[in-house]
């Protein structure tokens, strides 16, 4: 392993994602009025998490190192359009962070954010990285973690295997698929169902181009609002490469149906020789067990052309709310800059799978990566541009090219501005909530909005239990009216699966037991606003220094049966936390096809026109 100290200089800024949080409101405005619990004798501050990554360790590190802030935090849609939500609402979490990101997109949000722009925490930053979140007036809102790092990761005991050189530019990159393809394993998949895939791929295959000076002066006019259309000059070159790419690759309609998971299964069984990764992929996937892989760059013409594509693991940002008092301004703060300090990314970057942005932070590179030294030292890494156009249009246009619906560039360069031009789908009104409901927690019943959710969810699927992070509901429920995007912004779905099994009482058991006492895991616990919601049965539990303790599962009242069978829920992460909750239960079984939470939202408001369920008082918080 090797120490890089990252100067990234002259990168144009744009990129990443997001999430949500918190919530306070009223049920005469929005949801019901607040309950008074021990939590109030600390001091409050809502968090609002980008990813179910945060849970693995990162909420954990900010809960022991501020013992005095009862911190509540929330998983929320990975968009900056989120906190806009929240905004129209009148209720902004304190600490906002975002991995979708685009000054485009961000602006809208300026009047309401902290200016971060004279604080300590923003002079830690490299100088061109905060030219790149800086508005025309001065002012700062938004400061990046660590770099993710996104590129090629090949098998390279596979390339071994077969003799095949490993690539050094685009011509060796096709000649090895053609070699790859030759002996019946594929050279190159993706999950070209997801729409940063189809982004990611577009923008690293013409990285040269979009680095070109008329490419940066054309994504200025872009993220300033002068333009919303691609330039031919820029852009007709990228799709001609897409083209190229997708020919030599052999990419087809089978392709644009591959999510997430089934390429990085085929390049564990060797069955694939490349994948489009990062370095977090690198750790989750290392091929078939012993192979070595390689996280390589988007291959250019020539090997001076080569560019990793990188994105900030998360921004973060302040609410005004609040900051006019000094104390409570410093703690905000504080927090910040514990979040992006050494330990704080420490805790982000914990498999040395990132580069800092920050003067005052250094972090250790794995070995699979130690290749791209020359590259931070040249600075060829090129940070994608990712405005919510951006992500949803790539996906769209990308797609069309995969199913042979688009047959040269021009067609796709044209279907991308048509898009571009055209309104934003999802924006009508749909549904209408009566009842609004709270996403605080209190020991008494628990957290109402979750409870109202996990309940319909319950009914609308037809299982006896569900059982639900809390956390993953990211918002007060409000009345009022809702778009279809607003309904998303409820519930998380981004990091939720459902996984739907046959479970004995005794394995409910397990798997309370064993999720109350997880750690290091995206399922994990760290205070009362990540515990779990469960329908149709009750949990007493007992808080104590420790954590928490188990004491009972109830129906209505009554002894959960051990011996007894139920069909059984669970919404989170399915490759973390379900994957290690069912091997304590000793299930093999589970299905994972069924709706996310948006889904049943939209059955139960759109389609049906209903209301959701009441909440219940599923817990005792002892």
Wanted: aromatic share 12%; charged share 25%; with cysteine.
């Amino acid at each position: 392993m090797k120490k890089i100290t990252c100067f990234l200089l002259s990168l144009v800024m744009a990129a990443t994602m997001l999430t949500g949080c918190g919530s306070q409101s009223t049920n005469s405005g929005t949801a019901g009025e607040k309950s008074t619990s021990q939590a109030e004798k600390k001091e409050k501050v809502v968090v609002a998490c980008w990813g179910n990554q945060m849970l693995d360790s990162y909420t954990q590190y900010l809960c022991d190192l501020f013992p005095q802030v009862e911190f509540e935090f929330v998983l929320a849609t990975n968009s900056t359009d989120y906190y806009r939500f929240r905004q129209d609402h009148d209720d902004m979490p304190d600490i906002l962070t975002v991995r979708r990101f685009a000054l485009k997109d961000a602006v809208l949000l300026k009047d309401y954010l902290y200016d971060l722009s004279n604080t300590e925490l923003a002079n830690t930053y490299y100088g061109s990285y905060l030219d790149s979140y800086t508005y025309d007036d001065g002012s700062v809102n938004w400061l990046p973690t660590c770099a993710e790092v996104d590129g090629i990761i090949i098998n390279k005991t596979l390339f071994d295997e077969y003799n095949v050189p490993v690539p050094t530019d685009y011509a060796s990159f096709v000649a090895a698929c053609e070699a790859f393809e030759a002996v019946g394993i594929r050279s190159f998949v993706s999950d070209f169902a997801a729409d940063y895939t189809c982004m990611e791929v577009l923008q690293g295959a013409s990285i040269p181009m979009l680095q070109s000076i008329e490419g940066r002066k054309w994504r200025q006019q872009y993220e300033s609002g002068a333009t919303n259309a691609l330039s031919e000059e820029v852009w007709l070159p990228v799709f001609e490469n897409f083209f190229d790419f997708k020919e030599n690759v052999g990419l087809g309609a089978e392709d644009a149906t591959y999510p997430n998971r089934t390429p990085k299964e085929m390049f564990s069984e060797g069955k694939a020789a490349m994948f489009r990764g990062t370095g977090a992929d690198v750790i989750s996937f290392p091929g078939r067990g012993q192979d070595e892989v390689m996280l390589l760059p988007y291959f250019g013409q020539t090997e001076e052309d080569n560019w990793y594509l990188t994105y900030p693991t998360f921004q973060i940002a302040a609410s005004n709310k609040g900051m006019d008092d000094p104390e409570r301004e410093k703690l905000i703060l504080d927090i910040m800059t514990a979040m992006v300090n050494q330990e704080g990314q420490d805790h982000i970057s914990y498999g040395k799978n990132m580069v800092p942005y920050k003067k005052d932070v250094t972090l250790e590179l794995m070995s699979e990566m130690d290749n791209m030294k020359p590259y931070v030292e040249q600075n060829k890494l090129y940070i994608r541009l990712a405005s919510n156009d951006m992500f949803r249009i790539s996906k769209d246009v990308v797609q069309m090219i995969l199913n042979d619906e688009v047959q040269t560039a021009k067609e796709a360069l044209d279907a991308f501005n048509q898009e571009l031009a055209g309104k934003e789908p999802g924006t009508e009104i749909v549904a209408h909530i009566d009842t609004g409901y709270s996403n605080d927690f209190n020991p008494e019943n628990g957290n109402q909005a979750a409870s109202a959710i996990a309940n319909t969810m319950r009914v609308l699927s037809g299982v006896d239990f569900v059982f639900m992070q809390s956390c993953y509901v990211a918002s007060d429920i409000y009345i009022g009216d809702y778009s279809q995007k607003d309904l998303a912004y409820l519930a998380n779905n981004d990091g939720g699966w459902p996984g739907l099994m046959e479970l004995t009482g005794d394995q409910i058991y397990t798997l309370v037991e064993t999720t109350l006492s997880m750690t290091g895991n995206r399922g994990a616990i760290c205070n009362d606003s990540t515990l779990y919601v469960s329908s149709g049965f009750e949990m007493d539990i007992t808080k104590n220094d420790d954590g928490y303790t188990l004491n009972a599962l109830t129906i209505d009242g009554k002894e959960l049966d051990r011996s007894a069978t139920y069909s059984f829920l669970i919404y989170g992460d399915r490759d973390w936390y379900m994957s290690d909750v069912m091997e304590q239960m000793g299930v093999s079984e589970v299905d994972s096809t069924g709706p996310k939470a948006e889904g049943y939202l939209t059955q139960c408001l759109v389609e049906q026109g209903g209301q959701l369920e009441a909440p219940t008082d599923y817990i005792t918080l002892r």
